[in-house]
């Protein structure tokens, strides 16, 4: 069996695989369930101190199919917010989590408003249930902007700076900011988070999409009492977009580590985040399509790459393709110089024919 444990920023994991915040981390059953079932940890669904205003819709998700059949999906969207269940129903479940699974790594997904004294609360209450490290979601795309909480915070590296410092403040555990793709440049609040301590980014939370219209009723959907509003896009349709950024901010930050997601459903697709960069790799919407048993496939499909490239550890994966990212202008350079090279070999090839040729001919009139 090829080893898969990998450790990172000092945690260790028994597989780079983690299930990514979301309906997988809902609650302590689930979370047992998906260790049992051999995820290397579990990034838990984001809490928050006061979750009396966290209110959510139905239905709050859509599907994007594949074809006209409908029966395979490339693209999902949810509109769903962060978790809704009590704080100090959360605090038991994490303990309780780590109690029965200590070998397993759960990392806790938090979020905030702007205030300093809620997120060092927040994040010494949550440390003493024995989490193994911080994830904040400095990146949810869509609800409660209006308190400049998720996306609305990490679009702006300024409040990601001071997130990060107050939450470094706060505890000695390794830190994660979870970056949203829905900005220009991501590598710019990643270097603020870096630069303000963080451990660690993840990246990418979902892109801000419609999925569709409903032809028949002319509303946007999912469709709650006729109305919508944009969601967070997320599956295998975004996953060029999420290696590019978590290349970008591997580059960027080479001193951080990177927990790469974004429409992974094989080991195959986790090798590629490995490769632009990503120490860990996470899952949220493959799982909940697939089912969570499907950790099996990511194992044995990272396992055969590695064993096809002769790979000892996941760490000597991570961030081989980098090198070869470059800029357009470097591209043609290179291949100009590569059309120089090969045009020049092939015109020595003609110039030895020739010679060879010429001797033979001359062995032929001896
Ligand atoms: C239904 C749903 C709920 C999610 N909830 C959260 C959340 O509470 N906190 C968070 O940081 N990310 C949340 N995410 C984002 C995922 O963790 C992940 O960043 C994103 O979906 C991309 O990965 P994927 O393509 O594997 O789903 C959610 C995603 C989905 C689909």
């Given amino acids: 069996m090829t080893d898969l444990s990998t450790t ?46 966290v209110i959510n819709t139905i239905p709050r998700y859509g599907k994007l199919p594949a074809d006209e059949g409908g029966k395979r ?21 994490l303990a309780a989590c780590k109690a029965s699974h200590p070998d397993h790594v ?12 809620a997120w060092v609360e927040i994040t010494e209450r949550v440390a003493a249930t024995g989490v193994d490290g ?28 001071d997130v990060v410092g107050w939450v470094r403040g706060a505890t000695s555990l390794p830190v994660w900011a979870k970056m949203t793709p ?38 946007p959907m999912p469709t709650v009492e006729g109305y919508s509003e944009p969601g967070g896009y ?12 978590v290349m970008e901010v591997a580059r960027a930050c080479p001193e951080a580590t990177v927990s790469g997601m974004g429409g992974v459903e094989t080991g195959d697709d986790a090798a590629m985040f490995l490769l632009v960069g990503a120490s860990t790799v996470q899952v949220c919407t493959a799982a909940m399509l697939q089912g969570y048993e499907m950790i099996d496939d990511l194992l044995s499909g990272l396992s055969k790459f590695m064993e096809k490239h002769d790979f000892k550890s996941v760490s000597e994966i991570v961030g081989k393709s980098l090198p070869f990212f470059t800029t357009h202008a470097d591209l043609v350079d290179r291949q100009r110089k590569a059309r120089r090279e090969h045009a020049e070999q092939s015109s020595r090839d003609e110039n030895w024919k020739g010679d060879i040729a010429g001797e033979t001919d001359a062995l032929v009139t001896d």
């Avoid at 490339?74 to 038991?92: A, H, K, M, T, Y």
């Avoid at 295998?236 to 590019?244: E, G, H, S």
């Fill in 134 to 161: 911080f994830e904040l979601n400095l990146s949810c795309p869509h609800g409660m902007p209006e308190r400049t909480m998720g996306a609305a915070m990490g679009q702006n590296p300024e409040m990601v700076r």
């Fill in 73 to 93: 999906f490339i693209g999902f969207q949810n509109i769903e917010l962060i978790s809704d269940r009590p704080f100090d129903v959360w605090l038991d479940d």
């Fill in 234 to 245: 997320s599956g295998r349709a975004v996953r060029p977009i999420a290696l590019r950024q």
């Fill in 8 to 53: 990172v920023n000092g945690i260790k994991f028994k597989n780079p695989f983690l299930l990514a915040s979301g309906p997988p981390g809902t609650n302590a059953k689930v979370i047992q369930r998906t260790f049992d079932l051999g995820w290397g940890g579990m990034v838990c669904k984001t809490i928050s101190l006061d979750n009396s205003k």
């Fill in 182 to 219: 829905n900005i220009t440049d991501i590598r710019v609040p990643s270097r603020a988070a870096v630069d303000a301590g963080a451990h660690g980014v993840s990246a990418i939370n979902t892109i801000l999409g419609v999925v569709g219209i409903n032809l028949d009723t002319l509303r």
């Fill in 106 to 117: 759960l990392i806790a997904s938090i979020m905030e408003e702007y205030n300093k004294d």
